[in-house]
């Protein structure tokens, strides 16, 4: 199940911000003509987040603003096309705003939980120090080098850098002085 979950995540990164939309749009339509056609008694609100999160995790803030209204409107269309009997006219304007605020508060927290995790991600790649890549990231870009390398057959190059004698930096001067020396090689091997 992951790596169904992650060939269809590489596809969709792959997309531009309209392509997702496109698709999160067609979503949302399809997802409307089904609560038209199953009728009133059937609820399919919950159906029409689908696309709202698609277009939140791929495509981003505004399009996944455009399309919750876009599943609001769908909804309030299927609701009146297929004649649902309210008490009052103003409860459908009440269950269009409540489902437009569920919509907007799923994709604007998905949006938001997307940012997180991409912040985190870069963290956990980033030596806070020196600025440079951690193990991790240096052993993620390697494995997929090496398999660059293979499918083109061609060569890599690995350069190893060892800086002499460090522990006698931070035994004669401090921790904060070997600091500072780890902070100028990272910038160095940045620039």
Known sequence: MHERYAAMD??????????VSAIALAGSVLVGLMDYVTGYEISFSLFYLGPVALAAWYAGRRNAIAIAVLAAGA??????????????PLITMWELLV???????????LVA????????RDLARTDVLTGLSTRRAFEEQLEHDLKLVQRRHGSLTLAFLDL??????NDSYGHAEGDRVLRITGRVLRD
């Open 99 to 109: 489902r437009l605020g569920v919509f907007l508060m799923l994709g604007l927290s």
């Open 164 to 169: 002499d004698d460090f522990k006698r930096v």
């Open 75 to 88: 909804w309030l269309l299927a609701d009146t096309a297929s004649g649902h009997p309210y008490s009052h």
């Open 10 to 19: 590489r596809v969709l990164t792959r997309l531009t911000a309209m392509q």
């Open 113 to 120: 939980l997307r940012a997180a995790l991409n912040r985190e």
